[in-house]
């Protein structure tokens, strides 16, 4: 069947484009190899469909190679483009503990703090109450559609959370959505099922759900232990200046921290502040780490 | 065989490997233009493939190489994209071209009339002397 040659002539393909891209980031293999199979794709619709036609659409389009090496010059162009000039000047505070002060990525990272506790909670929401009882509903067949709408939307919310994770701790994450492959010759239903069964076998979306229920625990942890944590050191660090100037405009308003304890409270909250900066950048690239693992997934069929 | 400095294979692989630096060198700042006036032009949003296809029959480049080059424009908001579903193929890219990509299309062209202008009068002597040699 020549529909079966071309799939396994395209697979190939992608395999070599694979091959050539290899030890480059995880998401950027995966946005080469949608573009390629959505070319390579397009092309024999339009053409004949056959199998000289698609050596042809090859020649044309570029080899494995020649791809690599374009999507790979191109991204240092593109890092430059969102993450501009890393300064090669010597850092402002030379101390590595104080450093972190002036640290960018940090202050991204404990904006993720904040953020990831309310979508953490609102995931796991999602898996427990809607995935759930979808997955046990699916035994009564009623309950199956519900369950596939549920899949689907793990690609939405891994294509988002990928989105979030690369704006604030600077992991690359992919940009397009994972490739369906649709046989124009096998009709809407058929191909409705195996784009389902790509789904049900494809790995990526029970690591989502699994990525979902951890994000609440670890949205949390971050939240209460970081940023909290630095929140409190700016008022523990504030409230000896702050406190006595409000009680003496208002005297109603209690002194939590009364002047006398600057020598105290200022260096205390600042020290803390500090760590909860580093703890925030450390916790940004133990997310970051995470997430590809269980959010991108380059070895689906 | 014995190849010597003015060996014709030897100058023919070197005039060729300078053709290619040359070529890429023009396209990678070309591609960029004609990509962004392409989309300008569309009155309907359009995806991947479909630009390739306008670029055919000029262009000696591999089709491959566009792709990168929308991503990056992408990146850079200068064009919008939005993945659309259809029924008888893959979900497609669609890709449109933004406000910013208008502005920054109108300077390039700008620039692009100012450097053709100035590179064919540079060359148009050259090219008379070489007709003038033969």
Known sequence: MENNNINFRVDQYLEELKHALQGQDRALIQDALFDAEDHLRAALADGDNSLGSLLEIIQKYGTPIEIAQLYCEMESTVQHALHGNRPSTQPIIKNRFFAILTNGDAYRALLYTLLAAPLGIAYFAWVVLFGLPSLTASLLIIGIPLFLVFLKSMQLFSLFEGRLIEMLLGQRMPRRPLYQRKDPSQGMWNNWISSIKDMLKNRRSYTTALYMVLQAGLGLTYFITIFVGAFMSVVVFLSPMVDPIAHAIDPSQTIDINWYWFQLAMPGGFLSFIICLHLAKFAGSFQAKLAPYLLVNIDDS | ?134
């Open chain 2, 1 to 134: 065989m014995n190849l010597e400095p003015n060996d014709p294979s030897v100058e023919t692989e070197a005039v060729e490997q300078q053709v290619k630096k040359f070529r890429k060198e023009l396209s990678s700042g070309t591609v960029a233009l004609m990509l962004l006036s392409i989309l300008a032009k569309a009155k309907t949003p359009l995806y991947g493939y479909q630009i390739t296809k306008l670029f055919e029959q000029s262009s000696s480049d591999k089709q491959g190489a566009l792709y990168p080059v929308l991503r990056n424009l992408s990146t850079k908001g200068l064009l919008e994209s939005e993945v659309v579903p259809s029924e008888n193929g893959p979900p497609r890219k669609y890709f449109t071209i933004s406000t910013l990509g208008r502005a920054v299309l109108k300077e390039w062209l700008e620039i692009w009339h100012q450097t053709h202008a100035f590179v064919n009068q540079t060359i148009a002597d050259n090219s008379k002397g070489e007709d003038n040699g033969k």
